[in-house]
């Protein structure tokens, strides 16, 4: 019978020999990636930077697109193997037209590596009125990857690699108000659904494209400091969350549980290239493996049952088709 992870069946340690503190150089020894094409999204800052470096030294030529083409020229300077591309989440039709400029190309697709995401952010929307944590973090993710999809198949055993979060513990997906059209605005609840919407999401897009030799997973980085994701977090909340004094210093007993960016991206580089995952999919890993199911939000790590929900997930599929107004077409 073929396996799958709905309910979190999978979600067992493989005992891959790393853990918290491995750093992308660890788990990237050995991994050969010539003549491999990656799209890594937000791949000019933080850990998606430190994954497009990774990757590039274990020879794969890389994507990056990026809304502000200036900046990831500049950080991306010194990397070989690079090539930019302009693209703005928040706009599903530069979406469209990025993908279909990489289509036009004509090769196959062996990582998508979803990274880019935002957060602690006030209530925004996009263009269609959706929250722009949910538009950000997960719906383009979904446009994106179906509309690289085609070229996916044609790899013949490619990954998709979502970025998500221990933050899905703040939050189920709210299908009755998505968008908080009639609910109070909380931004660590819009932050928790979009995440547990990118392991849903991650979830039912492997039982689907497994029998196309596409896997997919989506992975919790970790606490990671010098990153640009919590540019727009109000100090009080911080505060009010313990991780900061008031004056918005980090506390030193915080700084010294964060990690550095290169092991916050080793479990996405371990994800997208590690053998250990050659047979499986569906599943949410952390500390680079395979991360345990976590039945106690009062526990940080592991992930929720709810986000491994069988019809939650397939809930969300049709909802994600509706909202973006698009056919995933697998045939």
């Known amino acids: 019978m073929e396996q799958n992870n709905y309910q979190g069946a ?33 791949g000019n800052t933080g850990i998606g930077l430190e994954t497009v470096k990774t990757l590039s030294q274990a020879g794969a030529t890389i994507i990056v697109p990026a809304r502000d083409i200036e900046k990831a020229k500049r950080n991306l300077a010194e990397i070989s193997n690079v090539q930019i591309e302009e693209m703005d989440l928040m706009d599903p039709n530069s979406i469209d037209a990025f993908a279909e400029q990489f289509l036009n190309s004509g090769k196959s697709l062996h990582l998508l590596i979803n990274n880019a995401g935002i957060m602690w952010v006030p209530l925004r929307r996009d263009s269609r009125g959706y929250e722009s944590q949910l538009a950000t973090n997960y719906l383009a993710l979904f446009q994106l990857t179906a509309k690289l999809w085609p070229a996916l198949k044609k790899a013949n055993g490619a990954r998709v690699v979502n970025v998500s979060s221990g933050g899905h513990q703040f939050s189920d997906f709210n299908f009755e108000d998505p968008n908080f059209l009639n609910r109070e605005y909380e931004t ?144």
Not at 16 to 26: L, W
Not at 220 to 229: A, D, S, Y
Not at 258 to 276: E, N, Y
């Open 188 to 331: 660590l609840q819009g932050y928790g659904q979009s995440k547990t919407a990118v392991n849903l999401f991650s979830l039912e897009l492997d039982n689907r494209a497994k029998a196309y030799n596409v896997r997919s997973y989506s992975l919790c980085p970790g606490p990671v400091g010098e990153t640009e994701l919590s540019r727009e977090a109000p100090i009080d909340l911080l505060q009010k969350l313990g991780f900061t004094d008031a004056q918005g210093n980090i506390l030193p007993e915080v700084a010294t549980s964060l990690k550095t960016i290169p092991q916050g991206a080793a479990t996405t580089v371990w994800a997208a290239t590690t053998p250990l995952l050659n047979n499986i999919g569906g599943v949410y890993c952390e500390n680079v493996d395979i991360a345990s199911l976590n039945a106690n939000a009062a526990v940080i790590g592991g992930i929720m049952p709810y986000s491994l929900d069988e019809v939650n997930a397939k809930k969300l599929w049709e909802l994600s088709e509706d909202m973006t107004e698009i056919k995933f077409d697998f045939y």
């Open 10 to 42: 999978l979600q067992k340690a493989l005992n891959s020999g790393f853990n918290a503190k491995s750093t992308t150089s660890e788990v990237i020894k050995g991994i050969d990636l010539s003549g491999k094409i990656a799209i890594v999204t937000g």
